[in-house]
């Protein structure tokens, strides 16, 4: 696969290119790499289109002066002390669902925000010759305008916040402010965030034990110590997400996926990826396929002679799997004995919420960037994923924080989310261009190793899991892998949830519900939406399902676990388990 540009360009080469780039890094670093070109084109097209509809004009006249009229006499009746109604839309927002909001004025402001909010979607959806990116674009500018100007957000009207402060006599505006000051200074200087220090690696999170029995430039492999007096024959080799610390896989023991296959009576085994520096901007794709899967795939086979492997892959942890599978397919390399797939995508033609970051604009600025550091931090991504989920996860904590004084309770998989990594610019880059914006890889572009990867040269049975409310890889993108492998038994599994939570449920989870298939031989494939209507819910975690199916593609019997690491090939113990790359800031 070609770059798009050479990973580390020289000023000799071309200085005036050199200049566009420290610009365009600079724009960067300003707008948390965000390309404000796109969204003055997207702004600029709707602009342009709306003042020439006055069919368009008119509705959105029209229904301006409806919700004005609405919010008028639903004042008058406020006044008059009638709350909210009980089928109100005010009630299914969470930010208005509390007692205090259904009384006036505090109704009154929900109202008319929401009113607000209704007209201002209204307004860039439906504008006839607007691109549809572009209404896109426009559509999430004025959601996140909406979302920083509700008046949950102010202690001026946000009843709760009123209340607590008159209770407390300004005590919760005190602890607000210490609490502002304290995150201004720890992100001045690159502390810690507040309660992370409860969740230590090696102690309350990725505590499995086991040993890191090989480690090259760029992984650490680790094999986990066995719990039962038997186990499955073949071994489960993961491979997690780069983007992301591995041991979201191995949180607290009730939701340690890696526990509970341990638990089944698997070897398990884990890449644990380095934490890369701007030293390592020359890594790329192949380095991650040859010296991650590969040589993985190396020493569990040497430690575990004679069987093949159960192996698993997260997030861009699974679309590399899927890509290593695909060209040891090609090779008739036959030690994969089947693939599973958790929220992870190949075909990147609809890649949900997250297309709102990827054009040619975007990424010349993250290129640029990259070049110029080496790497893209973790508060880059971390930036995007907040915008897409902003109440949750900025203003709602921020009212909580600032307004209320209170320190939203640390849980492990939020101290894991704080737990960030960094992406070398090469892979980033090929990454970017290659899967999301050229969608090569479906397209029998990609390469690896210079060989193209055809997705068709997977036979092996498959497990892929998608999660309903998945922003990052949208279940309806992950099931679409279907079309493009040869595997003869293809399993599709939908778990309620959304990236994280949907995937580190636990063995047992009241709230979970999840559906699936098994396609077989010559069964047709189903489009996206009759696999859903065809396929009813079933409660409880998606866990007991995989590990069912696991069983049934294991060797009948149980064997003796095998020893930890193989000294005599060159696979000793180093290290207990976590590992020093996962520890790697």
Not at 538 to 560: T, Y
Request: glycine letters at 8%; aromatic letters at 10%.
């Amino acid at each position: 696969m070609a770059d798009p540009t050479p990973p580390n360009p020289g000023p000799e080469q071309d200085p005036l290119a050199s200049i566009d780039r420290e610009f365009r890094a600079a724009l960067a670093r300003m707008t948390g790499g965000i390309s404000p070109q796109d969204y003055g084109a997207a702004w600029a097209d709707w602009w342009l289109h709306l003042s020439s509809s006055p069919t368009k004009q008119m509705e959105l006249s029209k229904s301006a002066m409806e919700k004005a009229m609405d919010l008028w006499l639903f004042s008058t009746q406020a006044m008059q002390g009638q709350p909210l109604p009980p089928n109100d839309p005010a009630h299914k927002d969470r930010r208005f669902a509390a007692g205090p909001w259904q009384m006036f004025p505090f109704n009154v402001y929900a109202r008319a925000y929401q009113n607000g909010a209704g007209l201002m979607q209204e307004m860039v959806q439906g504008v006839q010759g607007v691109q549809e990116r572009n209404a896109q674009l426009m559509g999430f500018a004025m959601q996140q305008f909406a979302e920083a100007v509700s008046p949950a957000n102010s202690p001026a009207t946000n009843p709760e916040v009123i209340q607590q402060t008159l209770d407390e006599k300004g005590a919760n505006l005190a602890r607000g402010w210490k609490n502002f000051v304290e995150d201004m200074e720890r992100t001045l200087r690159g502390g810690e965030v507040p309660g992370t220090e409860n969740f230590q690696v090696g102690e309350q999170i990725a505590a499995t034990p086991g040993k890191v029995v090989y480690r090259n430039e760029l992984i650490e492999l680790i094999q986990y110590s066995p719990t039962t007096p038997d186990v499955h024959a073949e071994p489960v080799l993961i491979v997690p997400a780069w983007i992301m610390k591995y041991y979201i896989l191995d949180l607290s023991p009730r939701n340690s996926m890696v526990r509970w296959l341990v638990e089944q009576g698997h070897t398990v085994f884990m890449i644990s990826w380095k934490n890369p520096s701007a030293q390592d901007r020359d890594v790329g794709m192949d380095d991650y396929v040859r010296k991650g899967i590969y040589a993985a795939l190396d020493a569990v086979t040497t430690i575990v002679p004679g069987r093949k492997v159960h192996a698993a892959g997260y997030c861009i942890g699974g679309t590399l799997l899927a890509i290593a599978a695909a060209a040891l397919g090609r090779k008739g390399d036959e030690r994969i004995a089947d693939v599973t797939m958790f929220a992870a995508q190949t075909d990147f033609s609809e890649p949900g919420e997250l297309s709102l970051f990827i054009s040619p604009s975007q990424l010349a600025m993250l290129e640029s960037l990259m070049l110029k550091e080496g790497v893209l931090e973790s508060s880059n991504m971390g930036g995007a994923f907040a915008l897409l989920r902003a109440h949750d996860l900025l203003w709602q904590p921020a009212v909580n924080n600032y307004l209320k004084g209170r320190r939203d309770e640390m849980i492990d998989l939020m101290a894991w989310n704080a737990d960030g990594t960094r992406m070398p610019a090469r892979m980033h880059t090929q990454y970017l261009y290659g899967l999301y914006l050229n969608d090569d890889l479906v397209h029998d572009r990609f390469q690896v190793e210079g060989e193209t990867v055809h997705l068709s040269d997977i036979r092996v049975p498959m497990f892929v899991v998608g999660t309903e409310t998945d922003h990052v890889a949208p279940w309806k993108s992950v099931y679409k892998v279907g079309r493009y492998v040869q595997s003869g038994e293809f399993t599709f599994l939908l778990t309620s949830g959304g990236h994280n939570a949907g995937i580190v449920s636990g063995p047992v989870h009241p709230k979970r519900h999840h559906r699936v298939h098994t396609r077989r031989g010559g069964e047709p494939r189903l489009s996206a939406d009759a696999w859903l209507a065809a396929n009813a819910k079933q409660p409880g975690s998606w866990w007991p399902v995989w590990g069912e199916w696991l069983a049934a593609h294991s060797i009948p019997g149980r064997v003796a676990p095998p020893a930890l690491g193989a000294p005599e090939a060159g696979y000793a113990p180093l290290a207990d388990a976590p590992g020093e790359y996962v520890r790697i800031r």
